[in-house]
């Protein structure tokens, strides 16, 4: 059964840093894409960062270039998000999701196969 699992969210000072990782069970991990997406209250859920199955392309919102680095890492069936000179409009719930077609956008809508999520709190 696919199972992707985020973990490292937490509360943090504006201009602290996070790690999320995202673990991935029950497939193939590096036939799939992933993705970082997140969603503040009241908001939709938007695309934050993705990455392609072996890492060679990545892709950031506007609003977190130059502060968040996706990676991955194959053999440990995971995918981290760090995340740097947080801003209190960063808090979120986090998610992760998977795609194994071609992917275009680092939209919602083109991944699927969600976790559960991880809170990301900045806050003084």
């Known amino acids: 059964q696919l199972q992707l699992v985020e973990s490292g969210g937490g509360l943090v000072q504006p201009g602290g840093s996070l790690r999320l990782s995202c673990a991935a069970s029950g497939f193939t991990f590096d036939n799939a894409h992933i993705g970082w997406f997140r969603q503040a209250p009241g908001k939709e859920r938007e695309g934050v960062s993705c990455?392609?199955?072996?890492?060679?392309?990545?892709n950031y919102a506007d609003s977190v270039k130059g502060r968040f680095t996706i990676s991955r890492d194959n053999a440990k069936n995971t995918v981290y998000l760090q995340m740097n000179s947080l801003k209190p409009e960063d808090t979120a719930v986090y998610y992760c999701a998977a795609r194994f077609t071609l992917f275009r956008q680092c939209v919602p809508a083109d991944f699927g196969s969600w976790g559960q999520g991880t809170q990301v709190t900045v806050s003084s």
């Open positions: 990455i392609s199955r072996r890492g060679g392309s990545t």
